[in-house]
């Protein structure tokens, strides 16, 4: 059964760091993912895009919000994917989650079709 889980999710105070992690599992995950990314929901609000990545060429992709801010990355040999959060604010306030898509679709969320359970991100200010 292919699935994803994300971790690494917190409580921080804003200007501090996190890093969450995403691990893919099943045999045949790679045979049907091309791309990852991460979005974010908080309350009462619609999921939105923060980043994705390409598992072959190591292509990213930012969400203005957050570029300069956080940085994804991926290990092709262990099948995780990574998202480095700095400088946080007390906006970045969500639930994240983790996503893989058939093909590169950066931002579009209907394009991905295999999503985590989510990790919840804390910014104290």
């Known amino acids: 059964q292919v699935q994803l889980v994300e971790s690494g999710g917190g409580v921080v105070q804003a200007g501090g760091s996190l890093r969450l992690s995403c691990a893919a599992s099943g045999s045949t995950f790679r045979l049907s993912s091309v791309a990852m990314a991460w979005f974010r929901q908080a309350p009462g609000k619609e999921r939105v895009f923060v980043a994705a990545?390409?598992?072959?060429?190591?292509?990213?992709y930012y969400a203005n919000s957050v570029k300069g801010r956080f940085t994804i990355s991926s290990d092709n040999a262990k099948n995780t994917v990574d998202l480095q959060m700095n400088s946080l604010k007390s906006e970045d306030t969500a639930v994240y989650y983790c996503a893989s898509g058939r093909s590169w679709v950066r931002s579009d969320v209907n394009g991905y079709d295999l999503w985590g359970p989510g990790t919840q991100v804390t910014v104290s200010s």
């Open positions: 990545i390409t598992w072959k060429e190591s292509d990213t």
